[in-house]
């Protein structure tokens, strides 16, 4: 397959449109970046936090509990449900895609692509930033972890290892590159057995009008 990224961007412009989370809301980080993406608009990370907070005590339930995890079907209802509040052009659904399908997504740049990997104890899938041959995702614990998925890059290595799926990730604030998967890893944890909340589940944004 050809290399292919959002909008055709080269990687350190995408990479800048990463920022360093805080706490269990990495959903609401990948959300901020696809929303500057899609809109030109800066609704911060720490803002969506607060608001998602302040909803849930108001019975709208965008994510399971104030400063927990948010599902890809309450990720993608905020998304509309900001849509309609601040106007914004966009509306979300979600999907199971298949990974080729996934590549052919990547470059519309009317649309946005939030994946969600999930791991048990002691299987986390190898995550690597822009051209270390470190595996930084240490999280060994049972967890998830959404991102943006930003670039198919075959020619793309850490080190000895194939890692051509790129993705705008909270693990850093900017920098010049993309966090990395093999295909490996990225099939095996995307595509984790987990009725309506895995198996391929992919929050996909698209703009509505230019």
């Known amino acids: 397959m050809p ?14 449109y990463q920022s360093l989370q805080t706490g269990n809301n990495c959903g ?6 696809a929303i500057r993406l899609l809109c030109n608009l800066d609704l911060s990370p720490a803002w969506l936090i607060e608001e998602t907070n302040r909803l849930w005590w108001r019975g ?12 890809p079907h309450q990720l993608a209802h905020l998304t509309n449900y900001l849509a309609a509040q601040k106007k914004l052009p966009i509306k ?14 990547l470059a519309d740049p009317n649309l946005a692509c939030l994946i969600t990997l999930y791991w048990c104890k002691g299987k986390s899938p ?4 822009w051209n270390s041959p470190i595996n930084i995702n240490t999280h060994n614990e049972m ?6 998925a930003a670039a198919y890059d075959p020619s793309h290595y850490n080190t000895q290892i194939s890692t051509p799926w790129g993705f705008i990730n909270s693990w850093i604030e900017q920098s010049q590159g993309l966090f990395w998967m093999s295909e490996k890893d ?18 996909l944004i698209s703009r509505t009008e230019d």
């Open 3 to 16: 290399k292919t990224s959002h909008r055709s961007l080269p990687e350190e412009s995408l990479a800048s």
């Open 60 to 71: 709208r339930f965008f994510r399971i509990f104030p400063d927990w995890a948010i599902t």
């Open 126 to 129: 190898a995550i690597y930033h």
């Open 186 to 203: 990225f099939e095996h944890s995307w595509g984790f057995s987990l009725p309506v909340l895995a198996n391929h589940a992919t929050v």
């Open 92 to 105: 979300a659904s979600v999907w199971h895609l298949s990974r080729q399908i996934l590549r052919n997504l």
């Open 143 to 148: 967890s998830a972890h959404t991102m943006l």
């Open 28 to 33: 609401l980080y990948a959300l901020s970046a």
